[in-house]
């Protein structure tokens, strides 16, 4: 049987080959400097990480290791925010209880050395993102493990650095809401029938259409994220064919709309459906 | 820094992602009932046989491992061959000596306690091979671990059950030979550019053209094994378009034609190449 940090890594290539998932690396697209095969290796180097969380290390320093292993390849950032799902995930899985309730608990248990080890993270790769809350300036995450004694400072724990992220990033809001997306992909992944891959792919689609992107409002603004996602909501109502769905995301690529927290949040979304027996 | 079987893994990733791959799954090509999904999973299952290679286990022991959990998918065998040439060449990484003379020396190592855990992997797989030489009946590895008191009887390795099985098999036959297609698969990885995964479709081509694949022997005859490598010298001499590479994939796949050894040959090329430095 595959253990849980297999599935994990499991659940990020399969992520990477459902296709078509509109403005982002799949099976069928590259982006110009971001490929396919460095999704392959930013998953193969996270094994550590993943392991890690599966023997018990903490979330900080588990996800410190698989961003560090993950950024051995020649693209940059493959799958930071899915690992700041899927560590905390595995560590539900581990003890035994992978429900939302089950990974509140771990998440909420964080403390500051977890927030450190994600700080530390960044030193690894460099990942865009948005500006600081205004009194924020010292917890600036791009200045990586340099903000760590600012964030000693202030005892913040890795849980309430999400708090504080959770209003601009959907990875922070799944943090803070019991990974309710992740769960809900996963539900659907489930339901879907048909190779996991497309299902995968669906299911990004639809969770796409019910919420703004917020990698996509970061980098082009509110506007741009809630069209996409009424573009989405079109295609999901209209059950389009894969070739229209294919041309939205030729349209996004050329407009350098990459999705990718609702990537993350397929990622976890499989690894849940994994470790709940679905299967390719 | 990636470990040895984290390489071995990756490579059989980046083999099957390589396209176009005449004949084989790869990341334009599903087969009916084998999909790419299928050898990431096999892949992913294949880690803990792999790490053991690297830890220490002996060669029998981890590719029964490998094979096992590569098993743990619905595609069925998706890189049986490959396994059989990363588990020696892992142990010839770790062991300080990735060449041709360092991984002869670990393959004329072998014992019979190898070959019964060779045997061992056919109970977890359903693999294609050919019929046995004359005498060996009690030695058809379609009969799994019932065959391994008549390997213990005759008292055989591993290396000389591949002695046996090296005239029609291409897996085998680097066995003996010192793994001399795959270093040189390997060296034209490295002299190439671009994408690695470009390069290993390359050098597959280019493998099929020089020799004809022997899984393809075993399952159409040796004359249509011939006419497959003549037709890819003809595109490796004309330096053929992705496009023409492409439709001769097309013509192979509609006569159920699959060069899955020269696969084989080409992950283990990757590995090497992996373990050289070239990376994603």
Same mark, same amino acid.
């Given at each position: 049987m595959r253990s849980r940090a297999q599935n994990a890594e499991l659940a990020l290539l399969l992520e990477v080959a459902g296709t078509p998932k509109p403005g982002n690396v799949d099976r069928e697209r590259d982006l110009d400097d971001l490929h396919f095969e460095h999704f392959l290796a930013g998953a193969v180097g996270s094994q550590d990480g993943l392991r890690a969380a599966e023997a018990g290390a903490s979330v900080g320093e588990a996800f410190e290791t698989a961003v560090s292993g993950m950024s051995e390849?020649? @693209? @940059?950032n493959t799958q930071f925010g899915c690992l700041l799902l899927l560590c905390p995930l595995v560590k539900a899985a581990t003890g035994g209880d992978l429900s939302q309730e089950g990974v509140r608990e771990i998440v909420e248990d964080t403390t500051v050395e977890d927030a450190a080890g994600f700080y530390r993270a960044f030193d690894h790769v460099s990942v865009f993102v948005g500006e600081p809350p205004g009194d924020a300036d010292d917890l600036d995450v791009r200045r990586g493990s340099d903000a760590i004694p600012a964030l000693r400072d202030r005892g913040l724990t890795l849980y309430e650095i999400m708090e504080i992220s959770a209003p #601009? %990033? @959907?990875? /922070?809001?799944e943090w803070v809401s019991g990974f309710e997306r992740s769960f809900r992909t996963a539900s659907r992944i489930e339901a879907d %029938? @048909?190779?996991i891959t497309d299902r995968a792919a669906r #299911?990004?689609?639809? /969770?796409? /259409?019910e919420s703004p992107d917020t990698l996509v409002a970061k980098q082009q603004g509110d506007e741009v994220a809630s069209e996409v996602t009424d573009r989405a909501a079109e295609l999901v109502e209209a059950d389009a064919s894969r070739e229209a769905i294919g041309d939205f995301g030729d349209e996004l690529v050329e407009r350098d709309i990459n999705p990718g927290t609702t990537a993350d949040i397929t990622a976890a979304g499989l690894f849940i459906a994994l470790e709940r027996g679905v299967s390719p």
């Open positions: 390849q020649e @693209g @940059g #601009a %990033d @959907g990875v /922070a809001s %029938d @048909g190779p #299911a990004f689609l639809r /969770a796409l /259409a």
